[in-house]
């Protein structure tokens, strides 16, 4: 091949890039492209400064190595032929995606390709195992339950990781483009973007994942690897990630290894069930959620006056993450308690969180709501006594709670139950009544 085009989707990274490596493979010039797509561009300040700070990183990244990053703006597929056009490229190479959005844009792709003469080859990268690499025994298209597809998952032969190229030749006279001005994003504390930063951070994690089995759900020890969103924008490699953990071996990295495998599951799901988002996947789980802007409303304000829910909405627009059983407790205490529609949720979780992604933000949320698969319907989480659990001393609440600060011990849990001198010189509301048997969860 002369001249291939490598389409960056959310595959943001020069190691373990399967398209990349192909790419540089088999063709004489690389032309590294991204294409801004203003649909998706208007859904998150937070991903979209997150984005920017990891196309400029794979650009030094490209520029290190010889080549370059080339950004257009548009329609991804008009703009990849029309570039095509330009440098007389003869093919094109893609990192495969699962949600909806990403599977009309290869099928428009390969169209045009087509159309064009141009071939195109689709390559693995999103997950360890992509959607369809492992199947249930009894012929189904996909797994529906967790554990069992764990099973076939941990003992599937995974693919090898590909080098990371050393060289990449541009063609002559290539106009690379310019990332436009860096968006500030909305949350002051989040995290910053980039493969560079994904993997300090990845290096740094490989020597505190000892104790993860036991920490991940401690949440003031905050105890879990925060890599998400490098994962989301595939920053990291997920393979990559899991095989380093592997090879640390002991419970901690079983135990992380294992959420890797949930985000897979659900990627599988999603494949084959891309309405996820907007549809309940047990129909007879989606009851009538009530109308309530108000109480909606405080939840997202983190002004509902249960702390642990409160704290754990203000980490999520403080940090853009939320901690994983912080998003358990604040999703279960919507559609639990306030009775109000999971859909609303996965909105504004989408909104603010980095890692924002239609698979596992849709299949967590479906799965907490009780309208998932895999999931127990009649679940319920007592906010009280997940907090008094997992943040036995009040430590997080404080953290992300000041008017709480000065509230000893797990007595934060309850700012109802202080005496009527300390709780009313407490700037803070009291809590948000249940529309679900009055206040369960206030009972002691
Ligand atoms: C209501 C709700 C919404 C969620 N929305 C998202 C989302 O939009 N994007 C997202 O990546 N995760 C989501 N999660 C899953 C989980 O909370 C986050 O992946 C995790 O908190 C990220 O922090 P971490 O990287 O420190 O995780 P770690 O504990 O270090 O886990 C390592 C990795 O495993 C994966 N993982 C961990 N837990 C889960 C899980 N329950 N489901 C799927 N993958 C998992 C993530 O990629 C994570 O980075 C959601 C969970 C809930 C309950």
Redesign the pocket.
């Known amino acids: 091949m002369r001249t291939a085009i490598v389409l960056f989707t959310r595959d943001l990274r020069i190691h373990d890039n399967p398209a990349l490596a192909s790419a540089c493979a088999n063709a004489e010039t690389i032309v590294p492209l991204f294409v801004l797509d203003p649909k998706l561009q208007q859904l998150s300040p937070n991903r979209a400064r997150f984005l920017h700070q990891s196309l400029a990183d794979l650009r030094e990244s490209l520029r290190a190595r010889g080549g370059d990053l080339v950004i257009r703006e548009g329609d991804p597929v008009a703009e990849t032929i029309r570039l095509a056009g330009e440098v007389e490229a003869d093919g094109v190479a893609l990192t495969q995606d699962v949600s909806a959005y990403a599977r009309r844009r290869e099928q428009q792709l390969q169209e045009e390709c087509e159309r064009h003469r141009i071939s195109l080859k689709l390559f693995p990268g999103t997950n360890v195992l992509a959607p369809g690499d492992v199947r249930p025994g009894g012929g189904g298209a996909y797994y529906k339950v967790f554990s069992p597809y764990y099973r076939s998952w941990e003992s599937a032969k995974w693919r090898d990781e590909v080098a990371t190229p050393r060289k990449i030749t541009l063609p002559a006279d290539v106009n690379a483009g310019k990332l436009p001005p860096p968006p500030a994003g909305e949350s002051p504390e989040a995290v910053d973007g980039g493969e560079t930063e994904g993997r300090r951070r990845l290096k740094n994690w490989l020597g505190h994942l000892g104790p993860?089995d036991e920490l991940?759900d401690d949440m003031p020890a905050d105890g879990?690897?925060?890599?998400?969103a490098y994962?989301?924008f595939g920053c990291l490699s997920?393979l990559a990630v899991a095989n380093a953990a592997r090879e640390k071996d002991g419970p901690g990295s079983a135990a992380?290894v294992r959420?890797?495998c949930?985000?897979d599951?659900?990627y599988q799901v999603t494949y084959s069930f891309p309405r996820i988002s907007t549809t309940a996947y047990r129909e007879s789980g989606d009851r009538e959620w009530r109308n309530d802007p108000d109480a909606l409303q405080h939840w997202k304000d983190g002004l509902t006056g249960v702390p642990v829910v409160d704290a754990g909405m203000r980490q999520l627009m403080a940090e853009g993450?939320?901690?994983?059983r912080a998003?358990?407790i604040t999703?279960a205490f919507l559609t639990k308690h306030l009775d109000l529609d999971w859909r609303e949720?996965v909105k504004w979780?989408?909104r603010w969180?980095n890692?924002?992604?239609v698979a596992?933000?849709s299949?967590?949320?479906q799965?907490?709501a009780g309208t998932g698969n895999d999931t127990k319907p009649y679940r319920r989480f007592n906010p009280i006594r997940q907090g008094e659990r997992f943040d036995p001393d009040g430590e997080y609440v404080r953290r992300y709670v000041p008017e709480l600060k000065s509230v000893r011990g797990k007595a934060v849990h309850q700012p109802w139950r202080l005496p009527d001198t300390v709780r009313s010189g407490l700037d803070y509301p009291g809590p948000l009544e249940s529309h679900r048997d009055e206040a369960v969860w206030l009972r002691p």
């Open positions: 993860y991940h879990t690897s925060r890599l998400s994962l989301r997920p992380f959420q890797l949930w985000r599951f659900y993450w939320m901690h994983n998003r358990l999703a949720g979780f989408f969180l890692d924002g992604d596992n933000n299949g967590n949320w799965w907490v």
